[in-house]
């Protein structure tokens, strides 16, 4: 790339070399362009050094020495150029979004957030290249921290910037709405905004929106809150206030707006529920939806302790490096316990005892005796239900009642979150019996959360508030709530059973209304089925898919199988049908079969078939069919050559194939063929690593954004622009 006096001045302001005042240093510039171009990257940074003692204040030299130092990834270097060159350039776009980077990468998603939608609103001709990065590393982080909704916003944004942020973001949105951690609230933007048409405050509105239009977000949410100071509680308002706040990550006053809105007689029932709900989606502890948990340290003194706890029936040995992290953020412990356990509880004995279901508790974790400190146990105390009902079962088998205890953290978790009912299975479950386990550990499931007593109910239980005119609202949120996490033993009836033992109604909104629009990621659940037309139909199934809205699948496939579909599109429909159905099997056999017809569907359809390929390929294994699925997995590779789903099972496959020979000492004849069951879920699972495993997505590299990645540690990790 070549630098001349047309091209966008290096110092960010937006204009030409030549008609920006940078130009006199025009010649000694293009000399440093071409030193980076030649990636004699070092020597450019020492040569702008020497330049920046005569001109300390140049804002092209501080431009490119914060471009080197991100290539070098010289992070600390790079925080005090920011700095300076924002403090000298307090008005500049591109000095601003450096500073946001720095900012995302330190974990302050505020200030990046803040930063880099001033930066968009104050671009003039072309936003800087940098723009992306900052972007994607934000809804990276965002999303890594749970703040799937703010991601989800600013990857929206991100299509109104042109051709090459567009795709950035397809990207980015298509890894959200299947984040593993996020409830189908967080998946779907927010509703509209009620319309301020022939109020008081319309024109000033106006003018808070045109700012939200033009992304000043910041100047838009100080207008709004002035607005709302004079005029009161105004659901338009509040909406444009909460869509600001939200951008801007301020997730405690947009749990706030989302209090008033929820509180507003002007909404109707179906958006006060959804508001109410969010309420406890954006700031659980503070919506009163969390129970407390301890982190504690019981300091051990007899020699003999170690061996009672591998003695401990109610205690199963676990990996130490599940509780690792924890103890890090937490007690700052470099060195690992020497033993960790996990507490499990046996349950549905007399119904299943061959089966030998558990259900797991809490953990501790031992330290042994070190030369400046004693032997110590580390537990986390649940504070609610069956699980803390086993620990005390344990603390008491262990004499730890009359321990000293050291209580470093007190830990908030969201009961509906959990409410999942993790069962560990020891025996092989007969396909006639999984029915009636799935109705056994849903029960088990009702009765947990149904028994735990929430704040926002006053400190009563679910249960206990059946009925109440008080707590009605508060009720059918929670209810919302819960379904939204989807959790794998209910569905849809289960939560209309709900609705009707405790005795409170559940919203059924018209499809031919833009349901979405009203009540966001709530219209999943509440869409009348009994009179939705086909095409919005299998929209709405399309759209469960992609989200993993578990609760819905039965409810739609039976509605699906009932309904007459149109010629033109039968086929997408079938399609659509037998995904779902694949979900909802217990049994593999049926499985199998659903899998080959949606394979053929799908070559109907020309759409690349090859997830259905790898399911079934390890389902034959698991049925013991490891022949047929081998000819079966080798037809499906030279019948579908370009399908990328097979592409990257097979690279996978083959560089695994590579590291083995490699550790034997022996070259690769060939591509060879996997084998053995489970071979594509591990050759997958190997294959997602790479690129995106450093936490920071990069807007030209491989692989798409993974915002669900998981967090790396330190706080040095960047992405460096053409590096890997």
Same mark, same amino acid.
């Not at 699906?560 to 779902?580: G, H, K, M, Q, V």
């Given at each position: 790339m070549t630098l001349d006096q047309y091209s966008l001045c290096p110092c960010g302001n937006g204009k030409k070399v030549k008609f920006c005042k940078c130009n006199e240093h025009f010649q000694e510039m293009q000399t440093i362009h071409r030193m980076i171009v030649g990636e004699q990257n070092v020597a450019a940074l020492d040569?702008?050094?020497?330049?920046?003692?005569?001109?300390?204040?140049?804002?092209?030299?501080?431009?490119?020495?914060?471009?080197?130092?991100? =290539? &070098?990834?010289?992070?600390?270097?790079?925080?005090?150029?920011?700095?300076?060159?924002?403090?000298?350039?307090?008005?500049?776009? &591109?000095?601003? &979004?450096?500073?946001?980077?720095?900012?995302?990468?330190?974990?302050?998603?505020?200030?990046?957030?803040?930063?880099?939608?001033?930066? /968009?609103?104050? %671009? =003039?001709?072309?936003?800087? #290249? /940098?723009?992306?990065?900052v972007a994607i590393n934000l809804i990276e982080t965002m999303a890594q921290r749970g703040m799937v909704l703010p991601a989800l916003m600013h990857a929206e944004l991100m299509f109104d910037m042109g051709e090459a942020m567009a795709r950035i973001a397809t990207g980015a949105v298509e890894s959200l709405i299947g984040h593993p951690q996020a409830g189908t609230l967080s998946q779907e933007t927010l509703p509209s905004a009620s319309s301020g048409e022939g109020t008081q405050?319309?024109?000033?509105?106006?003018?808070?929106?045109?700012?939200? @239009?033009?992304?000043?977000?910041?100047?838009?949410?100080?207008?709004?809150? %002035?607005?709302?100071?004079?005029f009161g509680q105004?659901?338009?308002?509040?909406?444009?206030?909460?869509?600001?706040?939200?951008?801007? $990550?301020?997730?405690?006053?947009?749990?706030?707006?989302?209090?008033?809105?929820?509180?507003?007689?002007?909404?109707?029932?179906?958006?006060?529920?959804?508001?109410?709900?969010?309420?406890?989606?954006?700031? #659980?502890?503070?919506?009163?939806?969390?129970?407390?948990?301890?982190?504690?340290?019981?300091?051990?003194?007899? #020699?003999?302790?170690?061996?009672?706890?591998?003695?401990?029936?109610?205690? $199963?040995? *676990?990996?130490?490096?599940?509780?690792?992290?924890?103890?890090?953020?937490?007690?700052?412990?470099?060195?690992?316990?020497?033993?960790?356990?996990?507490?499990?509880?046996?349950?549905?004995?007399?119904?299943?005892?061959?089966?030998? @279901? =558990?259900?797991?508790? %809490?953990?501790?974790?031992?330290?042994?005796?070190? $030369?400046?400190?004693?032997?110590?146990?580390v537990v986390l105390e649940p504070g609610f239900g069956y699980r803390k009902t086993l620990m005390e079962q344990v603390k008491r088998e262990l004499g730890l009642m009359?321990?000293?205890?050291?209580?470093?953290?007190?830990?908030?978790?969201?009961? &509906?979150?959990?409410?999942?009912?993790?069962?560990l299975i020891r025996n092989e479950v007969p396909t006639e019996r999984r029915e009636a386990l799935r109705d056994a550990i849903r029960q088990l499931t009702l009765d947990d959360v149904l028994d735990i007593s929430f704040e926002c109910l006053g400190g009563r239980t679910p249960r206990e508030c059946a009925g109440s005119a008080e707590h009605r609202l508060a009720l059918q949120a929670l209810l919302l709530s819960w379904q939204s996490q989807?959790?794998? $033993?209910?569905?849809?009836?289960?939560?209309?059973?709900?609705?009707?033992?405790?005795q409170v109604s559940r919203p059924s909104l018209s499809a031919e209304d833009d349901v979405f629009d009203r009540v966001g990621g709530a219209a999943y659940y509440w869409t009348d089925l009994t009179t939705i037309d086909p095409r919005s139909l299998i929209q709405l199934m399309q759209s469960v898919l992609a989200r993993s809205v578990t609760t819905m699948y039965r409810s739609l496939v039976e509605?699906?199988?009932?309904?007459?579909?149109?010629?033109?599109?039968?086929?997408?429909?079938?399609?659509?049908?037998?995904?779902?159905?694949?979900?909802?099997?217990?049994?593999?056999?049926?499985?199998?079969?659903?899998?080959?017809? *949606?394979?053929?569907?799908?070559?109907?359809?020309?759409?690349?078939?090859?997830?259905?390929i790898l399911e079934r390929f390890e389902i034959l294994n698991m049925l013991e069919r490891r022949s047929e699925a081998r000819q079966f997995l080798e037809t499906s590779l030279r019948e579908n050559p370009n399908d990328p789903v097979l592409l990257q099972f097979l690279q996978a496959a083959m560089m695994q194939q590579q590291q083995m020979a490699a550790r034997r000492g022996a070259m690769v004849g060939g591509p060879g063929m996997p084998s053995g069951p489970g071979m594509p879920g591990s050759a997958m699972a190997s294959s997602s690593g790479g690129a995106g495993s450093s936490g920071i997505w990069t807007p030209d590299g491989p692989s798409q954004p993974s915002p669900s990645a998981p967090a790396t540690t330190g706080g040095s990790k960047l992405w460096i622009p053409g590096q890997d």
């Open positions: 040569r702008i050094n020497a330049n920046l003692k005569s001109m300390p204040s140049e804002p092209w030299l501080l431009a490119m020495k914060c471009e080197l130092l991100l =290539q &070098l990834r010289e992070l600390e270097s790079l925080e005090e150029s920011s700095a300076k060159f924002i403090r000298l350039q307090p008005d500049n776009p &591109l000095a601003k &979004l450096y500073r946001a980077l720095v900012a995302v990468i330190r974990g302050n998603t505020e200030e990046g957030a803040t930063l880099l939608l001033q930066a /968009i609103s104050e %671009s =003039q001709e072309q936003l800087p #290249p /940098i723009t992306a990065t405050y319309a024109e000033r509105l106006a003018e808070a929106e045109a700012l939200i @239009a033009n992304y000043r977000i910041s100047a838009a949410k100080t207008k709004l809150e %002035s607005i709302q100071r004079e105004q659901p338009p308002i509040l909406q444009n206030l909460l869509y600001c706040q939200l951008l801007l $990550t301020d997730l405690e006053n947009a749990a706030l707006t989302c209090r008033k809105l929820a509180s507003s007689v002007m909404l109707d029932e179906p958006q006060r529920i959804y508001y109410q709900s969010m309420v406890y989606e954006l700031a #659980p502890k503070t919506g009163g939806v969390t129970q407390a948990e301890d982190l504690s340290v019981y300091t051990i003194e007899d #020699p003999e302790f170690e061996t009672s706890l591998a003695s401990c029936k109610l205690l $199963t040995p *676990i990996p130490v490096e599940q509780v690792r992290g924890i103890l890090q953020a937490f007690m700052d412990e470099e060195v690992p316990p020497k033993a960790a356990f996990a507490t499990l509880q046996p349950v549905l004995q007399e119904q299943f005892a061959d089966i030998e @279901a =558990q259900r797991p508790g %809490s953990w501790l974790a031992f330290y042994g005796k070190q $030369t400046d400190k004693p032997a110590r146990l009359s321990l000293k205890r050291e209580l470093i953290e007190q830990l908030h978790v969201a009961p &509906l979150a959990m409410g999942n009912s993790q069962i989807n959790p794998s $033993t209910m569905d849809d009836s289960d939560f209309q059973h709900l609705h009707h033992l405790l509605k699906s199988d009932t309904i007459a579909w149109p010629e033109d599109f039968r086929l997408s429909a079938e399609y659509t049908t037998l995904n779902l159905k694949t979900r909802t099997v217990t049994d593999p056999a049926e499985a199998d079969k659903l899998l080959l017809r *949606i394979i053929e569907t799908g070559k109907q359809l020309q759409l690349p078939v090859g997830n259905a």
